[in-house]
């Protein structure tokens, strides 16, 4: 499985952005989808993951409410909606694939990663 993400770049405080992820997969609708993120001096972290069919998502509090993670199977993509942004949210921004059903929010329960794309929000 090879992922590649896009649609980082730099966005003021309160703009918006959206992260694209697309599998190169014949099976892409047999992948729990995550996005993860790692800012700088920290540790990698859960942002959001959806289900197969994408009837499940869970979100990270801290993006609650500004964050929606949805996936088209047919386009074999997964997308990130980044709205009301703030500086903290300065990160690297990875997506990952997991072979197993549960919907994971640990590192480990994910087994392919995108390269990341940059996303940097200014005040």
Same mark, same amino acid.
């Given at each position: ?18 992260? @694209?992820? *697309?599998? @190169?997969? !014949?099976? #892409? !609708? ?5 996005? &993860?993120?790692? =800012?700088?001096?920290?540790?990698? *972290?859960?942002?959001? =993951? ?5 009837? /499940? /998502?869970y979100? *990270?509090?801290?993006? %609650?409410?500004? #964050?929606?993670? &949805?996936?088209? $199977?047919? %386009? %074999? ?5 980044? $709205?009301s942004?703030?500086? *903290?949210?300065?990160?690297? +921004?990875?997506?990952? =694939? @997991? ?10 329960? +994910?087994? +392919?990663?995108?390269?990341? /794309?940059?996303?940097?929000?200014s @005040?």
């Open positions: 499985v090879q992922l590649q993400a896009s649609g980082g770049g730099l966005v003021q405080a309160g703009g918006s952005l959206r992260l @694209s992820c *697309e599998a @190169s997969v !014949r099976t #892409f !609708r047999s992948y729990v989808m995550g996005w &993860f993120r790692q =800012a700088p001096g920290k540790e990698r *972290e859960f942002v959001a =993951a959806i289900s197969r069919s994408g009837g /499940t /998502t979100n *990270e509090d801290s993006v %609650k409410g500004r #964050f929606t993670i &949805f996936r088209d $199977n047919a %386009k %074999k993509s997964v997308y990130l909606q980044m $709205n942004l703030k500086p *903290e949210d300065t990160a690297v +921004y990875y997506c990952a =694939a @997991s072979g197993v059903v549960r919907v994971g929010v640990q590192e480990d329960e +994910y087994h +392919y990663w995108g390269q990341g /794309t940059q996303v940097t929000v @005040s």
